[in-house]
Protein backbone atom coordinates (compact mmCIF):
# COMPACT_ATOMS: atom_id res chain seq x y z
CA UNK A 1 0.00 0.00 0.00
CA UNK A 2 1.24 3.41 -1.39
CA UNK A 3 1.09 6.15 1.67
CA UNK A 4 -0.98 9.41 0.97
CA UNK A 5 2.29 11.53 0.57
CA UNK A 6 3.62 9.41 -2.46
CA UNK A 7 0.00 9.10 -4.03
CA UNK A 8 -0.38 12.89 -4.21
CA UNK A 9 3.24 13.26 -5.42
CA UNK A 10 2.30 11.23 -8.31
CA UNK A 11 -0.73 13.77 -9.01
CA UNK A 12 1.23 16.32 -8.92
CA UNK A 13 4.02 14.68 -11.44
CA UNK A 14 1.35 13.81 -13.54
CA UNK A 15 0.16 17.57 -13.37
CA UNK A 16 3.92 18.47 -14.41
CA UNK A 17 3.27 15.75 -17.17
CA UNK A 18 0.10 17.14 -18.04
CA UNK A 19 -0.26 20.18 -17.34
CA UNK A 20 -3.81 21.57 -16.07
CA UNK A 21 -3.86 24.20 -18.44
CA UNK A 22 -3.45 21.91 -21.53
CA UNK A 23 -7.23 20.86 -21.11
CA UNK A 24 -8.46 24.04 -22.37
CA UNK A 25 -7.35 22.91 -25.20
CA UNK A 26 -9.12 21.32 -28.27
CA UNK A 27 -8.98 21.10 -32.15
CA UNK A 28 -9.70 18.29 -34.63
CA UNK A 29 -6.89 16.29 -35.63
CA UNK A 30 -5.78 16.21 -38.90
CA UNK A 31 -6.56 13.05 -39.59
CA UNK A 32 -10.33 13.02 -37.31
CA UNK A 33 -12.50 10.31 -38.74
CA UNK A 34 -15.93 11.73 -40.38
CA UNK A 35 -18.47 11.67 -37.63
CA UNK A 36 -21.00 10.19 -39.96
CA UNK A 37 -18.98 7.53 -40.40
CA UNK A 38 -18.16 7.03 -36.62
CA UNK A 39 -22.14 6.44 -36.00
CA UNK A 40 -22.67 4.42 -38.95
CA UNK A 41 -20.19 1.93 -37.93
CA UNK A 42 -22.27 1.38 -35.00
CA UNK A 43 -25.96 1.41 -36.95
CA UNK A 44 -24.19 -1.99 -38.97
CA UNK A 45 -25.20 -3.78 -35.39
CA UNK A 46 -28.74 -2.33 -35.01
CA UNK A 47 -31.98 -3.31 -35.61
CA UNK A 48 -32.29 -1.47 -39.31
CA UNK A 49 -35.80 -0.38 -39.28
CA UNK A 50 -35.08 1.64 -35.73
CA UNK A 51 -32.24 3.38 -36.99
CA UNK A 52 -33.70 6.03 -38.63
CA UNK A 53 -35.85 7.13 -35.32
CA UNK A 54 -31.87 7.35 -34.02
CA UNK A 55 -30.79 9.67 -37.00
CA UNK A 56 -33.86 12.16 -36.38
CA UNK A 57 -33.20 12.37 -32.81
CA UNK A 58 -30.18 13.29 -32.50
CA UNK A 59 -30.87 15.48 -35.65
CA UNK A 60 -33.41 17.88 -33.68
CA UNK A 61 -30.29 19.89 -31.97
CA UNK A 62 -26.70 19.69 -31.68
CA UNK A 63 -27.47 18.56 -27.66
CA UNK A 64 -29.18 15.63 -28.61
CA UNK A 65 -26.58 15.26 -31.32
CA UNK A 66 -24.55 15.22 -28.67
CA UNK A 67 -26.01 12.76 -26.34
CA UNK A 68 -26.39 10.17 -29.04
CA UNK A 69 -22.75 10.54 -30.29
CA UNK A 70 -20.44 9.41 -27.42
CA UNK A 71 -18.56 7.55 -30.17
CA UNK A 72 -17.15 10.38 -31.60
CA UNK A 73 -16.25 12.62 -28.46
CA UNK A 74 -14.44 9.67 -27.59
CA UNK A 75 -12.53 9.48 -30.55
CA UNK A 76 -11.99 12.74 -30.03
CA UNK A 77 -11.00 12.88 -26.70
CA UNK A 78 -7.96 9.64 -27.05
CA UNK A 79 -6.54 12.25 -29.73
CA UNK A 80 -6.01 14.98 -26.28
CA UNK A 81 -4.42 14.43 -23.18
CA UNK A 82 -4.25 11.73 -20.73
CA UNK A 83 -2.70 12.21 -17.01
CA UNK A 84 -3.18 8.34 -17.22
CA UNK A 85 -4.90 8.65 -13.54
CA UNK A 86 -7.60 6.04 -14.78
CA UNK A 87 -10.76 5.62 -13.14
CA UNK A 88 -14.31 3.82 -13.72
CA UNK A 89 -15.44 6.01 -16.36
CA UNK A 90 -19.32 6.41 -16.99
CA UNK A 91 -18.08 6.89 -20.17
CA UNK A 92 -21.13 8.65 -21.29
CA UNK A 93 -21.71 11.43 -18.71
CA UNK A 94 -23.56 14.39 -20.35
CA UNK A 95 -25.96 15.91 -17.54
CA UNK A 96 -28.97 13.74 -18.68
CA UNK A 97 -27.25 10.53 -17.93
CA UNK A 98 -27.75 11.82 -13.87
CA UNK A 99 -30.94 11.49 -12.11
CA UNK A 100 -33.04 10.56 -9.15
CA UNK A 101 -34.27 6.77 -8.37
CA UNK A 102 -35.19 4.88 -5.21
CA UNK A 103 -32.66 3.28 -3.49
CA UNK A 104 -32.76 -0.20 -2.17
CA UNK A 105 -33.62 1.18 1.16
CA UNK A 106 -36.74 3.46 0.10
CA UNK A 107 -34.19 6.72 0.05
CA UNK A 108 -34.57 9.25 -3.03
CA UNK A 109 -30.99 9.48 -4.24
CA UNK A 110 -29.16 11.59 -7.05
CA UNK A 111 -26.78 9.95 -9.35
CA UNK A 112 -25.22 8.79 -12.44
CA UNK A 113 -27.63 6.44 -13.83
CA UNK A 114 -26.61 5.02 -17.41
CA UNK A 115 -23.21 2.86 -17.83
CA UNK A 116 -23.42 1.21 -21.46
CA UNK A 117 -20.05 2.80 -21.64
CA UNK A 118 -18.53 2.81 -18.92
CA UNK A 119 -14.95 1.29 -19.20
CA UNK A 120 -11.16 2.17 -17.09
CA UNK A 121 -9.51 5.29 -18.58
CA UNK A 122 -8.49 9.08 -17.30
CA UNK A 123 -10.83 10.89 -15.13
CA UNK A 124 -10.67 13.89 -17.40
CA UNK A 125 -12.22 12.31 -20.36
CA UNK A 126 -15.56 11.92 -18.22
CA UNK A 127 -15.41 15.65 -16.99
CA UNK A 128 -14.91 16.89 -20.01
CA UNK A 129 -17.75 15.15 -21.61
CA UNK A 130 -20.30 16.55 -19.13
CA UNK A 131 -18.69 19.59 -19.33
CA UNK A 132 -19.22 19.68 -23.10
CA UNK A 133 -22.64 18.86 -22.74
CA UNK A 134 -23.23 22.12 -20.60
CA UNK A 135 -22.15 24.23 -22.41
CA UNK A 136 -24.39 23.11 -25.73
CA UNK A 137 -27.15 22.73 -23.31
CA UNK A 138 -26.53 26.19 -22.33
CA UNK A 139 -26.48 27.24 -26.09
CA UNK A 140 -29.32 25.36 -26.80
CA UNK A 141 -31.26 27.40 -24.07
CA UNK A 142 -30.21 30.57 -25.42
CA UNK A 143 -27.76 31.66 -22.26
CA UNK A 144 -25.38 33.78 -23.21
CA UNK A 145 -21.50 32.84 -23.10
CA UNK A 146 -20.47 34.36 -19.50
CA UNK A 147 -23.54 32.13 -17.98
CA UNK A 148 -22.10 29.20 -20.02
CA UNK A 149 -18.99 29.86 -18.79
CA UNK A 150 -19.99 30.29 -15.05
CA UNK A 151 -22.15 26.87 -15.36
CA UNK A 152 -19.04 24.89 -16.46
CA UNK A 153 -17.01 26.23 -13.93
CA UNK A 154 -19.16 25.52 -11.14
CA UNK A 155 -19.44 21.60 -12.40
CA UNK A 156 -15.46 21.81 -12.44
CA UNK A 157 -14.93 23.58 -9.62
CA UNK A 158 -17.37 21.41 -6.96
CA UNK A 159 -15.68 18.50 -9.09
CA UNK A 160 -12.03 19.69 -7.78
CA UNK A 161 -13.22 20.45 -4.44
CA UNK A 162 -15.28 17.53 -3.58
CA UNK A 163 -12.01 14.96 -4.49
CA UNK A 164 -10.23 16.90 -2.36
CA UNK A 165 -13.02 16.22 0.24
CA UNK A 166 -12.88 12.74 -0.92
CA UNK A 167 -8.95 12.47 -0.27
CA UNK A 168 -8.66 13.21 3.06
CA UNK A 169 -11.71 10.72 3.73
CA UNK A 170 -11.29 6.68 4.75
CA UNK A 171 -11.56 4.30 2.46
CA UNK A 172 -15.02 3.41 3.95
CA UNK A 173 -16.37 6.94 4.40
CA UNK A 174 -16.33 7.59 0.30
CA UNK A 175 -17.52 4.23 -0.31
CA UNK A 176 -20.90 5.11 2.02
CA UNK A 177 -20.85 8.59 0.79
CA UNK A 178 -24.05 9.07 -1.60
CA UNK A 179 -26.75 12.12 -2.36
CA UNK A 180 -29.80 11.65 -0.87
CA UNK A 181 -32.43 13.95 -2.04
CA UNK A 182 -32.68 15.08 1.61
CA UNK A 183 -29.66 16.35 1.97
CA UNK A 184 -28.87 18.35 -1.42
CA UNK A 185 -29.89 21.06 0.29
CA UNK A 186 -27.14 20.99 2.67
CA UNK A 187 -24.61 19.63 -0.03
CA UNK A 188 -25.48 22.90 -2.71
CA UNK A 189 -25.53 25.33 -0.17
CA UNK A 190 -26.44 29.00 -1.17
CA UNK A 191 -26.68 27.82 -4.90
CA UNK A 192 -30.19 26.91 -3.34
CA UNK A 193 -32.87 29.72 -3.20
CA UNK A 194 -36.39 29.51 -1.76
CA UNK A 195 -37.62 28.50 -5.30
CA UNK A 196 -35.41 26.05 -6.32
CA UNK A 197 -36.22 24.64 -2.94
CA UNK A 198 -39.45 23.87 -4.03
CA UNK A 199 -38.93 22.69 -6.93
CA UNK A 200 -36.41 19.99 -5.27
CA UNK A 201 -39.94 19.01 -3.57
CA UNK A 202 -41.86 18.89 -6.43
CA UNK A 203 -39.37 17.08 -7.97
CA UNK A 204 -38.80 14.72 -5.24
CA UNK A 205 -42.54 14.02 -4.86
CA UNK A 206 -42.93 13.81 -9.28
CA UNK A 207 -40.22 11.45 -9.09
CA UNK A 208 -41.82 8.70 -6.43
CA UNK A 209 -44.64 8.52 -7.95
CA UNK A 210 -42.86 6.65 -10.97
CA UNK A 211 -42.58 3.54 -9.77
CA UNK A 212 -43.26 -0.60 -11.18
CA UNK A 213 -47.01 0.22 -10.62
CA UNK A 214 -47.41 3.83 -11.92
CA UNK A 215 -45.77 2.13 -15.01
CA UNK A 216 -47.71 -0.91 -15.03
CA UNK A 217 -50.68 1.41 -15.47
CA UNK A 218 -49.41 3.40 -18.22
CA UNK A 219 -47.73 0.79 -20.21
CA UNK A 220 -50.57 -2.16 -19.75
CA UNK A 221 -54.02 -3.02 -20.64
CA UNK A 222 -56.75 -6.18 -20.82
CA UNK A 223 -56.76 -7.68 -23.75
CA UNK A 224 -59.41 -10.77 -24.18
CA UNK A 225 -59.39 -10.83 -20.19
CA UNK A 226 -55.57 -10.99 -19.59
CA UNK A 227 -53.31 -8.05 -18.52
CA UNK A 228 -50.97 -7.19 -21.88
CA UNK A 229 -48.34 -4.53 -23.01
CA UNK A 230 -49.84 -1.86 -24.53
CA UNK A 231 -48.86 -0.86 -28.31
CA UNK A 232 -47.35 2.57 -28.99
CA UNK A 233 -45.52 1.67 -32.33
CA UNK A 234 -42.71 2.06 -33.08
CA UNK A 235 -41.20 3.05 -29.69
CA UNK A 236 -43.44 0.10 -27.77
CA UNK A 237 -44.39 -3.04 -29.76
CA UNK A 238 -45.85 -5.84 -27.93
CA UNK A 239 -44.31 -8.98 -29.26
CA UNK A 240 -47.51 -10.91 -30.36
CA UNK A 241 -47.60 -7.28 -33.06
CA UNK A 242 -44.04 -8.12 -34.11
CA UNK A 243 -43.99 -11.38 -35.59
CA UNK A 244 -45.84 -14.57 -36.61
CA UNK A 245 -46.69 -16.63 -33.97
CA UNK A 246 -44.02 -19.31 -34.49
CA UNK A 247 -41.23 -16.72 -34.58
CA UNK A 248 -42.93 -15.40 -31.15
CA UNK A 249 -43.23 -18.36 -29.67
CA UNK A 250 -39.53 -18.60 -30.54
CA UNK A 251 -38.44 -15.65 -29.19
CA UNK A 252 -40.30 -15.65 -25.94
CA UNK A 253 -39.13 -18.44 -25.38
CA UNK A 254 -35.39 -17.24 -26.24
CA UNK A 255 -35.84 -14.19 -23.45
CA UNK A 256 -37.55 -17.11 -20.84
CA UNK A 257 -33.99 -18.84 -21.21
CA UNK A 258 -32.53 -15.37 -20.93
CA UNK A 259 -34.19 -14.30 -18.24
CA UNK A 260 -33.45 -17.80 -16.24
CA UNK A 261 -29.49 -17.28 -17.00
CA UNK A 262 -30.03 -13.49 -15.86
CA UNK A 263 -31.22 -15.07 -12.23
CA UNK A 264 -27.99 -16.89 -11.54
CA UNK A 265 -26.32 -13.39 -12.09
CA UNK A 266 -28.47 -12.14 -9.02
CA UNK A 267 -27.24 -12.21 -4.97
CA UNK A 268 -29.01 -15.63 -3.17
CA UNK A 269 -31.82 -13.64 -1.83
CA UNK A 270 -32.67 -11.63 -4.98
CA UNK A 271 -32.57 -14.84 -6.70
CA UNK A 272 -35.57 -15.66 -4.14
CA UNK A 273 -37.17 -12.70 -4.63
CA UNK A 274 -37.30 -12.87 -8.75
CA UNK A 275 -38.40 -16.38 -8.32
CA UNK A 276 -42.09 -15.21 -6.97
CA UNK A 277 -42.67 -13.33 -9.98
CA UNK A 278 -44.33 -14.97 -12.80
CA UNK A 279 -43.47 -14.22 -16.89
CA UNK A 280 -46.82 -12.40 -18.21
CA UNK A 281 -45.48 -10.27 -21.48
CA UNK A 282 -43.12 -8.45 -23.25
CA UNK A 283 -42.44 -6.19 -25.48
CA UNK A 284 -39.67 -4.47 -27.79
CA UNK A 285 -38.82 -1.10 -26.74
CA UNK A 286 -37.12 1.98 -27.87
CA UNK A 287 -35.06 3.94 -25.41
CA UNK A 288 -33.14 7.07 -25.00
CA UNK A 289 -30.88 8.65 -28.21
CA UNK A 290 -27.84 6.83 -28.66
CA UNK A 291 -29.56 3.61 -27.73
CA UNK A 292 -31.82 3.43 -30.58
CA UNK A 293 -31.59 0.31 -32.45
CA UNK A 294 -30.41 -1.44 -29.83
CA UNK A 295 -32.01 -5.17 -28.87
CA UNK A 296 -34.38 -3.74 -25.77
CA UNK A 297 -37.04 -5.33 -24.20
CA UNK A 298 -39.57 -4.99 -21.49
CA UNK A 299 -40.57 -7.90 -19.37
CA UNK A 300 -44.17 -7.81 -17.76
CA UNK A 301 -43.93 -10.07 -14.31
CA UNK A 302 -46.44 -10.44 -11.81
CA UNK A 303 -46.21 -11.45 -8.36
CA UNK A 304 -49.08 -12.31 -5.88
CA UNK A 305 -51.40 -11.16 -8.56
CA UNK A 306 -52.11 -8.54 -11.21
CA UNK A 307 -52.03 -5.83 -8.41
CA UNK A 308 -48.47 -6.10 -7.80
CA UNK A 309 -46.12 -6.06 -11.63
CA UNK A 310 -42.75 -6.18 -11.64
CA UNK A 311 -41.56 -4.77 -15.21
CA UNK A 312 -37.66 -5.59 -16.34
CA UNK A 313 -36.47 -3.47 -18.90
CA UNK A 314 -33.66 -6.54 -20.70
CA UNK A 315 -30.93 -4.42 -22.53
CA UNK A 316 -28.92 -5.67 -25.17
CA UNK A 317 -24.82 -4.28 -24.32
CA UNK A 318 -21.99 -3.42 -26.97
CA UNK A 319 -18.77 -2.86 -27.04
CA UNK A 320 -18.08 -0.12 -25.20
CA UNK A 321 -17.39 3.28 -27.24
CA UNK A 322 -14.10 3.57 -24.61
CA UNK A 323 -12.73 0.33 -25.58
CA UNK A 324 -9.92 -0.22 -28.46
CA UNK A 325 -9.93 -3.48 -30.61
CA UNK A 326 -12.53 -6.58 -30.52
CA UNK A 327 -13.48 -7.81 -26.92
CA UNK A 328 -11.84 -11.13 -26.36
CA UNK A 329 -13.36 -14.44 -25.68
CA UNK A 330 -14.19 -13.88 -21.96
CA UNK A 331 -15.36 -10.18 -21.92
CA UNK A 332 -19.21 -10.35 -21.13
CA UNK A 333 -20.54 -6.59 -22.18
CA UNK A 334 -23.41 -6.98 -19.97
CA UNK A 335 -21.60 -7.83 -16.70
CA UNK A 336 -19.24 -5.33 -17.55
CA UNK A 337 -22.09 -2.57 -17.21
CA UNK A 338 -23.07 -3.60 -14.45
CA UNK A 339 -20.05 -4.08 -12.79
CA UNK A 340 -19.24 -0.41 -14.27
CA UNK A 341 -22.69 0.65 -12.56
CA UNK A 342 -21.74 -1.13 -9.20
CA UNK A 343 -18.58 0.21 -8.52
CA UNK A 344 -19.25 3.90 -9.44
CA UNK A 345 -23.21 4.20 -7.89
CA UNK A 346 -23.82 4.88 -4.67
CA UNK A 347 -26.72 2.53 -4.36
CA UNK A 348 -27.77 0.29 -7.30
CA UNK A 349 -30.77 -2.02 -8.25
CA UNK A 350 -31.51 -4.85 -6.78
CA UNK A 351 -32.98 -6.35 -9.93
CA UNK A 352 -29.43 -5.43 -12.12
CA UNK A 353 -27.74 -8.29 -13.78
CA UNK A 354 -26.30 -9.70 -16.68
CA UNK A 355 -26.29 -13.20 -19.13
CA UNK A 356 -24.97 -13.99 -22.77
CA UNK A 357 -28.17 -15.29 -25.08
CA UNK A 358 -28.25 -17.45 -27.90
CA UNK A 359 -30.14 -17.21 -30.84
CA UNK A 360 -31.05 -13.17 -31.22
CA UNK A 361 -30.31 -12.60 -35.04
CA UNK A 362 -28.42 -15.72 -35.65
CA UNK A 363 -25.46 -14.97 -32.51
CA UNK A 364 -24.83 -14.74 -29.37
CA UNK A 365 -25.70 -10.93 -27.83
CA UNK A 366 -24.80 -9.78 -23.91
CA UNK A 367 -27.75 -8.70 -22.09
CA UNK A 368 -28.09 -6.90 -19.01
CA UNK A 369 -31.19 -6.14 -16.91
CA UNK A 370 -32.58 -4.09 -14.42
CA UNK A 371 -36.22 -2.43 -13.18
CA UNK A 372 -37.92 -0.30 -16.12
CA UNK A 373 -38.68 2.45 -13.16
CA UNK A 374 -38.49 2.50 -10.16
CA UNK A 375 -38.66 6.67 -8.58
CA UNK A 376 -37.19 7.34 -11.68
CA UNK A 377 -36.81 11.08 -12.18
CA UNK A 378 -35.29 13.36 -14.72
CA UNK A 379 -34.08 17.72 -14.71
CA UNK A 380 -35.70 19.27 -17.39
CA UNK A 381 -32.74 21.22 -19.28
CA UNK A 382 -35.28 22.93 -21.54
CA UNK A 383 -36.49 25.00 -18.71
CA UNK A 384 -33.82 25.48 -16.94
CA UNK A 385 -32.08 28.99 -16.49
CA UNK A 386 -28.57 29.85 -16.12
CA UNK A 387 -28.70 29.98 -12.32
CA UNK A 388 -30.62 26.73 -12.34
CA UNK A 389 -28.09 25.17 -14.20
CA UNK A 390 -25.41 26.35 -12.55
CA UNK A 391 -26.89 24.49 -9.04
CA UNK A 392 -27.03 21.33 -11.45
CA UNK A 393 -23.83 21.17 -12.68
CA UNK A 394 -22.81 21.52 -9.15
CA UNK A 395 -24.45 18.84 -8.09
CA UNK A 396 -23.31 16.61 -11.53
CA UNK A 397 -19.68 17.60 -10.38
CA UNK A 398 -19.92 16.12 -6.78
CA UNK A 399 -21.73 13.22 -8.03
CA UNK A 400 -18.89 12.44 -10.84
CA UNK A 401 -16.56 13.44 -8.33
CA UNK A 402 -17.56 10.55 -5.49
CA UNK A 403 -17.58 8.01 -8.43
CA UNK A 404 -14.66 8.65 -9.48
CA UNK A 405 -13.32 8.48 -5.52
CA UNK A 406 -14.46 5.10 -5.28
CA UNK A 407 -12.63 4.08 -8.23
CA UNK A 408 -9.31 6.26 -8.96
CA UNK A 409 -6.95 7.59 -6.69
CA UNK A 410 -8.46 10.21 -4.95
CA UNK A 411 -5.14 11.76 -3.73
CA UNK A 412 -3.28 11.82 -6.73
CA UNK A 413 -6.58 13.31 -8.56
CA UNK A 414 -6.48 15.54 -6.24
CA UNK A 415 -3.10 16.45 -6.06
CA UNK A 416 -3.11 16.82 -9.24
CA UNK A 417 -6.17 19.20 -9.66
CA UNK A 418 -4.64 21.50 -6.64
CA UNK A 419 -6.76 24.44 -5.34
CA UNK A 420 -6.21 27.39 -7.31
CA UNK A 421 -8.80 28.06 -10.61
CA UNK A 422 -6.58 26.36 -13.54
CA UNK A 423 -8.91 23.32 -13.44
CA UNK A 424 -12.21 25.26 -14.15
CA UNK A 425 -10.94 27.86 -16.64
CA UNK A 426 -9.38 24.98 -18.37
CA UNK A 427 -12.57 23.20 -18.57
CA UNK A 428 -14.57 26.35 -19.38
CA UNK A 429 -12.42 27.32 -22.35
CA UNK A 430 -12.44 23.30 -23.36
CA UNK A 431 -16.44 23.27 -23.29
CA UNK A 432 -16.98 26.03 -25.81
CA UNK A 433 -14.47 25.09 -28.77
CA UNK A 434 -16.57 21.51 -28.49
CA UNK A 435 -19.80 23.10 -28.35
CA UNK A 436 -18.11 24.41 -31.69
CA UNK A 437 -17.02 20.89 -32.86
CA UNK A 438 -20.56 19.30 -31.78
CA UNK A 439 -22.58 22.07 -34.09
CA UNK A 440 -20.32 21.24 -36.85
CA UNK A 441 -20.92 17.79 -36.58
CA UNK A 442 -24.92 18.54 -35.98
CA UNK A 443 -24.84 20.30 -39.21
CA UNK A 444 -22.52 17.44 -40.78
CA UNK A 445 -25.57 14.99 -40.03
CA UNK A 446 -28.15 16.78 -41.62
CA UNK A 447 -26.33 17.85 -44.52
CA UNK A 448 -26.18 13.97 -44.68
CA UNK A 449 -29.68 13.73 -44.32
CA UNK A 450 -30.29 15.77 -47.23
CA UNK A 451 -28.27 14.38 -49.66
CA UNK A 452 -29.64 10.92 -48.38
CA UNK A 453 -26.12 9.22 -47.21
CA UNK A 454 -28.62 8.78 -43.81
CA UNK A 455 -31.78 8.21 -43.26
CA UNK A 456 -34.11 10.36 -40.34
CA UNK A 457 -37.19 10.06 -39.26
CA UNK A 458 -38.05 13.53 -37.40
CA UNK A 459 -41.36 13.10 -34.43
CA UNK A 460 -40.87 10.09 -33.10
Not at 202 to 221: E, F, I, P, V
Request: aromatic residues 8%.
Amino acid sequence: MRDPGSRAEAGRDARKRVPVESHAEFAPADDRRDPVAILQAQDAERLPELVPIRHGRMGLSPFTFLRGSAAVMAADLAAGPDTGLTVQLCGDAHLLNFGVFGSPERRLVFDINDFDETWPGPFEWDVKRLAASLAVAGRDNGFKRKDRRGVTQAMAERYQRAMAEFAAMRDLDVWYAKADIDDLVALLGDQLDKARRKALDRARTKAMTRDSLQAYKKLTTVVDGRRRIAADPPLLVPIADLMPELERRDLESRLRELLAGYRDSLAEDRRHLFDQYEFVDLARKVVGVGSVGTRCWIVLLAGRDENDPLLLQVKEAGRSVLATGAAGPDEHEGRRVVTGQRLMQAVSDIFLGWHRAAGFDGRSRDFYVRQLRDWKGAAVVEEMNPQGMRAYAALCGWTLARAHARTGDRIAIAAYLGQDAAFGAALADFAERYADQTERDHQAMAAAVRDGRVRAETGI
